[in-house]
Nanobody, 126 residues
Framework: QLSLWESGGASVQPGGSLRLSCATFGVTLDDYAIGWIRQAPGKEREAVSCISSRGGATHYADSVRGRFTISRDSALNAVYLQMDSLKPDDTAEYYC???????????????????WGQGTQVWVSS
């Protein structure tokens, strides 16, 4: 069983930045494809980005492309989501999720992911 922890959520003004972190212990995150999925109240879950195991491929939702960047730090065993130029529409609970690595592949369907963290709240408001 893989346990994931997210951190970095906060309340920020429009145009601000946040960096979300996804970590685990006792397991190498490089062996998993990781997705960042968000859910706003009353809306369906939306994958905003994913990264394949060992970072060979990344994908972004159109709504965040050019503003968000996903990355890995193998030494720290973590995956990050750098979020810049935040908008009120980015307000949501953000989850990191994992799927056993399948080479240079990750999926933007939230249902593809096998393991989920508890989420971290991002609030963008003036």
């Amino acid at each position: 069983q893989l346990s994931l922890w997210e951190s970095g959520g906060a309340s920020v003004q429009p145009g601000g930045s946040l960096r979300l972190s996804c970590a685990t212990f006792g397991v190498t995150l490089d062996d998993y494809a990781i997705g960042w999925i968000r859910q706003a109240p009353g809306k369906e879950r939306e994958a905003v980005s994913c990264i394949s195991s060992r970072g060979g491929a990344t994908h972004y939702a159109d709504s965040v492309r050019g503003r968000f960047t996903i990355s890995r730090d193998s030494a720290l065993n973590a995956v990050y989501l750098q979020m810049d130029s935040l908008k009120p529409d980015d307000t949501a609970e953000y989850y990191c999720a994992a799927h056993v690595g399948q080479g240079a592949y990750c999926d933007m369907a939230p249902t593809w992911y096998e393991y989920w963290g508890q989420g971290t709240q991002v609030w963008v408001s003036s």
